[in-house]
């Protein structure tokens, strides 16, 4: 038997999964590590436990595996995107990884986005310019943190420095580096308008590559560490929202993949760029011809978390003796779609999109006597499903309407989400029975980079049993007259967003 390692490299753990030659699981491993949070708006990782844990789960995969009368075929990678870090010249870490969740160029981005140049980067980059963003991430270093930054002979992500620790080579996959904010999406190159706002020279940064470029030739010590072939191809890969999109097999314009773990994200892929009029989309790459438009948003599973958390009564999770969040779905169900005229807006972690504002905060709107616990939990999940709607709304605007929606993440193990989502969307919603979307899409494009096929249509030979959910036409009907009030209480709130952020700050110091 041959075999894969699919790798994603995540914001709290890394994951590898085992697959045989025919892309079925074997088995999955996982490492966590820390995610520092030391001050207002910092989120960032350990360069070096990042590394000890992709050598861990690759190594625990590759033991699994029978390589006595087998061959490794390839480790193929997902990671998060969106990550800087300033390295020396000799490649060693100047700062940790500063992660995509890292909020503290906030200011340098608000300043940027209301500007001509921030409009300009925009159109080029197709990067919403935002906290998030690797260019405002190194704009507001070079305010905070010159004296690094003069040392600072490279700027790296998180997997152009794991290549580089495994092969001693700076190399970037182009979909890596369109969501920087600083490459062209029309040339895939760096653009030299955002490099000069960054005060970035290009020799700083990792080569672009496609995404099916091999890496072969393992150092010695990362080979050990490995305890695999050290002639074993690594493939580049994607960012992990752009590979969950081949993972569940959305890869035309007709099927739009929906994400929703601890945070969200709603994407569709073309064969062509597209930019949004109105800057509340991304457009990144995949793979060579191949595109992904769409929205991430702060706010999924974390905000419902929170409200089984405060929402929920413990006491009858105690007598029944039953898991909060499967109560809280049998809650949920014996309240009306609508949740009897109250509505949620779940920016409890600003927003990304649509709205793109750091300062965004959550509300529940037309709370009265008549509205109880199980009205509240309901109004948190149907407000989440709504925020999504929004984004969906302009992806459809920009794309045309989809056949159908493909859905994944931890809320796709709910009977009630998912019929929920297909209610607010008014759209068909297909759940793969796999939830490994990521390394499923990252071992599809090793299979192409070792010339196993020609495109990513195998993709849908894959993914296993699908359950689908039509949209209830009751509950659509109570939705689309809740949707359009929910964006325009959105539209009302946001100008005092910044003023109650500041009203927070001022009452934590």
Not at 15 to 21: E, G, T
Not at 304 to 330: C, F, G, M, R
Not at 340 to 349: E, I
Not at 380 to 393: D, K, L, Y
């Amino acid at each position: 038997m041959n075999y894969f390692i699919g790798v994603d490299v995540g914001t709290t753990s890394t994951k590898a999964v085992l697959y045989d030659q025919n892309a079925t699981v074997l088995d999955q491993f996982s490492q966590g590590y820390s995610l520092y949070r030391d001050a207002s708006g910092m989120a960032e990782q350990n360069p070096t436990a990042i590394v000890e844990a992709v050598e861990k789960v690759i190594h625990d995969a590759a033991q699994k595996a029978d390589l006595t009368n087998g061959k490794l075929l390839a480790v193929s990678f997902s990671s998060a995107n969106q990550s800087v870090i300033m390295l020396d010249k000799n490649f060693n870490p100047l700062s940790r990884v500063i992660t995509w969740a890292d909020t503290r160029a906030r200011d340098v981005a608000n300043e940027l986005k209301n500007s001509p140049a921030g409009q300009q980067i925009y159109a080029k980059t197709g990067t919403p310019i935002h906290p998030m963003s690797p260019l405002t991430k190194i704009m507001w270093l070079n305010k905070t943190q010159a004296d690094k930054v003069a040392q600072t002979a490279y700027f790296g992500d998180i997997k152009s420095y794991l290549f580089h620790q495994f092969f001693n080579t700076f190399k970037v996959d182009v979909s890596i580096a369109s969501c920087t904010g600083m490459m062209n999406v029309n040339t895939c190159d760096w653009n030299d308008q955002a490099l000069e706002l960054a005060n970035v020279d290009r020799s700083q940064l990792p080569e672009i590559v496609n995404g099916t470029t091999q890496a072969i030739g393992l150092t010695a010590t990362a080979q050990a560490k490995m305890g695999i072939p050290a002639d074993t191809p690594f493939v580049y890969g994607a960012f992990d929202g752009a590979l969950s999109n081949l993972g569940v097999g959305a890869i035309k314009q007709n099927t739009v993949a929906i994400t929703i773990g601890t945070s969200a994200g709603v994407r569709v892929v073309t064969d062509h760029p597209v930019i949004d009029p109105q800057q509340r989309l991304f457009c990144y790459a995949v793979d060579k011809g191949l595109w992904v438009i769409g929205g991430p948003l702060n706010n999924g599973g974390d905000v419902y978390q929170w409200a089984v958390e405060h929402l929920v009564d413990a006491s009858a999770v105690k007598n029944e003796n039953i898991d909060p969040y499967t109560l809280a779905n049998q809650v949920i169900e014996g309240v009306p779609a609508g949740a009897h005229g109250l509505l949620f807006h779940p920016f409890l972690g600003g927003e990304r999109a649509p709205l793109w504002d750091a300062n965004a905060r959550g509300s529940f709107f037309g709370l009265s006597h008549i509205h109880t616990r199980a009205d509240m939990l309901r109004s948190v999940m149907e407000g989440i499903c709504m925020n999504i709607a929004t984004v969906f709304q302009a992806v459809r605007d920009l794309v045309g309407n989809p056949a159908s929606v493909t859905a994944t993440g931890g809320f796709a193990r709910a009977e009630v989400w998912r019929q929920m989502l297909a209610d607010v969307l008014n759209c068909p919603v297909n759940i793969p029975n796999s939830f490994e979307s990521g390394c499923l899409g990252a071992i599809t494009m090793a299979m192409k980079s070792l010339g196993m096929i020609e495109n990513y249509e195998i993709i849908k030979t894959l993914i296993g049993d699908i359950s689908s959910y039509q949209p209830n036409q009751e509950a659509v009907n109570v939705y689309q007259n809740y949707l359009p009030l929910f964006q325009q209480v959105e539209g009302l709130l946001t100008p005092a967003y910044s003023t109650i952020a500041k009203l927070q700050q001022q009452s934590i110091h």
